[in-house]
């Protein structure tokens, strides 16, 4: 079994800036893919930005420029940093991976995990 571990959401005024962190942990595993989705009350999950393990970004226009996505290979951790944060960037934070877990005499295949969420607040 797998879980993604998500830390760094909080409160913060507008203007600052938060940094999430998110790690798998568990069974042995490779990651494909690691990216970060934002969801409101009453609407759908949305994505933010995302990160192949190769190193190829996409961030969504809205918040390019203020918002980057990277990872560090060796500790198998995807970040989200996040400067000039507005009120409207309040959501609750969902990482995501997409990842083969090696479990023994199970064929590996690509599947979808998603961290617990981590609220993400920015007071006007």
């Known amino acids: 079994q797998v879980q993604l571990v998500e830390s760094g959401g909080g409160l913060v005024q507008a203007g600052g800036s938060l940094r999430l962190s998110c790690t798998p942990s568990?069974?042995?595993?490779?990651?494909?893919?690691m990216g970060w989705y934002r969801q409101v009350p009453g609407k759908q999950r949305d994505l933010v930005a995302r990160i192949t393990w190769g190193g190829s970004i996409y961030v969504i226009p809205s918040v390019k420029g203020r918002v980057n996505i990277s990872r560090d290979v060796a500790k198998h951790t995807a970040y989200l940093q996040m400067d000039s944060l507005k009120p409207e960037d309040t959501a609750v934070y969902y990482c995501?991976?997409?990842?083969?877990?090696?479990?023994?005499?199970?064929?590996?295949?690509?599947?979808?995990?998603w961290g617990q969420g981590t609220q993400v607040t920015v007071s006007s």
């Open positions: 995501h991976a997409a990842m083969r877990v090696y479990t023994e005499n199970v064929k590996p295949t690509v599947n979808d995990y």
């Open positions: 568990g069974s042995p595993f490779s990651i494909n893919t």
